[in-house]
Nanobody, 122 residues
Framework: QVQLVESGGGLVQAGGSLRLSCAAS?????????MGWFRQAPGKEREFVAS????????YYVDSVKGRFTISRDNAKNTVYLQMNSLKPEDTAVYYC??????????????WGQGTQVTVSS
């Protein structure tokens, strides 16, 4: 069993910052899973935001967040983070943590958290 629990969402003004955390339990980190963050805005499809390989050596981002968001992981704490800076209203969405083989598609992930709401006001 793998459980993922996100936290850190909230309401922030444009230009502000938030840090999301995803605490994992089970076989996630010891099994070499990649970890990813996705988001889904109302009326839109879930989209890839960022991912990080098990070693942390490689990270990937959607173009719209490059230079503003940073994904990292602490395998000792079984936690992955998403530091979000210079937030924009278009970043408003429910953010989901995921674990799996990795990649840009949600099909590459087997396990999902329940999501955390991020709202950016203008």
């Amino acid at each position: 069993q793998v459980q993922l629990v996100e936290s850190g969402g909230g309401l922030v003004q444009a230009g502000g910052s938030l840090r999301l955390s995803c605490a994992a339990s089970g076989r996630t980190f010891s099994s070499g899973y990649a970890m990813g963050w996705f988001r889904q805005a109302p009326g839109k499809e879930r989209e890839f935001v960022a991912s990080i390989m098990w070693s942390g050596a490689r990270t990937y981002y959607v173009d719209s967040v490059k230079g503003r968001f940073t994904i990292s992981r602490d395998n000792a704490k079984n936690t992955v983070y998403l530091q979000m800076n210079s937030l924009k209203p278009e970043d408003t969405a429910v953010y989901y943590c995921a674990a799996g083989a990795g990649g840009y598609s949600f099909g590459g992930y087997d396990y999902w958290g329940q999501g955390t709401q991020v709202t950016v006001s203008s």
